[in-house]
């Protein structure tokens, strides 16, 4: 592999943070540039008259170390003062919380865009405060919010995930106004720059899937050098949240082939080259590669620091094996 | 006088908190109805795409019990959490300060706002956590928050207020938008039916003011019972704030009878039918009364629950006095 590889990350909350943590710690050992990580939006939600962008937020909150990993959500030794307040007045999502350090972020992100400035902008500003040594873009400057349709309605993601805890049995997940969207400035360009383009193991429904409906990211992803993804279904279960509720919902088994298989391979019009494994399901490999993507074993549990570094790693190194190196 | 005269209160900020404090001890003394207090919202702001009423929430704050008397404004046992890193991300102003119980209300009325509320229904719902003994209407629903005109340049009015402390010279005080605002629902009936309409001690120019400017309300003072005002400076001084700065603007002398003459007597087409004027400035009554203003000598500061009363049965007499009882 060459030493300097330019990656893009395509990644969504939480275990998105975690992964790209790690390729910023592979990276930066290999004295490769910064990684760009292109975050999913469709998490984005307008509460009381304030902007949230939960995956963004969990990006940069890792990337800057301000996240708290023991709740693992929000930011670290955060309160609720404001939050308890709103509920008070009979405001807001009660089974929402908003944390105070956190709403610092909404508000001032809510502030800016309503002066005009775009998400992109938005999110460039507010990498601006800590080193993250990555640089993130937002997928699209529309607002695209994710909607699940159920038999109870329709309601936004965030309130069937986080009030219904993914409960209520999903018909459909929706981005309203995502065939008019764009990908955000950048997008196009650092994909096709890329030497390899990382899916994270996030959830590919409603974190990977908005970044690929927005239209001219799989047309951009078709011209990429190389798209390698990582499993976040380990043994037939997911790794965290509840994306198997939404994987069934499109109709794919929580198995890493299927999830791959969903993906599909770029020699048949897919997303993937190669595809990342965990160790557990090494035996559904066979399955995989006769998909035409090349399967790749690796210990894929992200418990630390090192072990998100060592998939990261692991996920670099597959480009190598599929095809020997870089450039 | 009638023991149960019907009240109307035009007010603007912690001037017109406490005034109101007073009307409505006075009023519950008398076994009269609730007062109607109608808020300036000249005051109000967009600040970081949150909805602040500065004026509305001194007066439900006040009345509610929960305003911080110490500090003078904002909520009692506030903290600035959140002010705090909307300024670590150089966002919101820096001049002015967000305490954390003050942004849920914040949130809260935004929120109500951009789900398609009036102001008049926010307020009404504002209403509704504590019992306020007070029935709050704005002063219109329309946003024609008050600008500066100064030499360098035109900037909000809080701008003007809280970051210059009025230091900038006002060359005017505008509300754009004012022209093509109504009275919020209830204000043309409540003064209709009121027995008598008080003018409280606030900013004659920028509390009183914009009120005044709303169309419709000056034609339905002219049709008030009777309208009797409480003069906000003794002595040639203002009582608090720098409501001086703000009469010298507009060519008014900062002295009681002044200011008398700069609302005007009806029978001249103008606000008041009598001026309650501090015992310091008892020389200056043969001048109120000369404009064709009714002078009443009270004790006007204050200081507490009881001297804040005593100013409001003063100003409720002077009905009498003037007229010998309600009807």
């Known amino acids: ?134 640089r993130m873009l937002p997928m699209t400057d529309s607002e695209v919010d994710t909607h699940v349709v159920t038999a109870e309605g329709r309601m936004h993601f965030q309130e069937w995930w986080t009030r219904h805890r993914a409960t209520i049995t999903p018909l459909a997940f929706e981005n309203p106004g995502i065939d008019q969207a764009q990908p955000a400035p950048g997008v196009r360009e650092a994909i096709a720059d890329a030497d390899i383009v990382l899916v994270a193991p996030s959830n590919p429904v409603v974190s990977i899937g908005p970044i690929l409906a927005v239209p001219g990211v799989r047309e951009a992803l078709r011209g990429a050098r190389r798209v390698v993804g990582v499993a976040g279904v380990i043994g037939g279960k997911v790794v965290r949240g509840m994306a198997d509720v939404c994987l069934t919902a499109i109709g794919v088994e929580t198995r890493s082939d299927a999830v791959a298989a969903h993906y599909g391979a770029r020699s048949a019009g897919g997303l993937l080259d190669a595809w990342v494994m965990a160790e557990e399901d090494a035996g559904l490999a066979p399955a995989v590669a006769a998909r035409g993507i090349h399967p790749v074993i690796a210990p894929l549990w992200m418990s630390d620091a090192d072990t998100s570094e060592a998939v990261a790693r692991a996920t670099l190194d597959a480009g190598t094996m599929m095809r020997g190196s870089f450039s």
């Open 1 to 134: 592999m060459a030493s300097s590889p330019r990656v893009v990350v395509l990644a969504g909350g939480v275990g998105g943070a975690k992964f790209t943590l790690g390729v910023r710690a592979a990276l930066a050992r290999m004295g490769a540039p910064e990684a760009t990580v292109i975050v999913n939006t469709g998490d984005d939600l307008w509460l009381s008259g304030v902007r949230l962008q939960p995956d963004i937020d969990s990006v940069l909150y890792a990337l800057a170390g301000q996240n708290d990993t023991e709740r693992g959500w929000g930011r670290a030794g955060d309160t609720e003062r404001v939050n308890a307040e709103l509920q008070a007045w009979g405001a807001g999502w009660p089974w929402f919380t908003l944390g105070d350090l956190d709403l610092g972020t909404h508000l001032a992100r809510t502030g800016w865009l309503r002066d005009g400035m775009s998400v992109t902008q938005v999110v460039h500003r507010l990498s601006q405060r800590w080193p993250l040594g990555v």
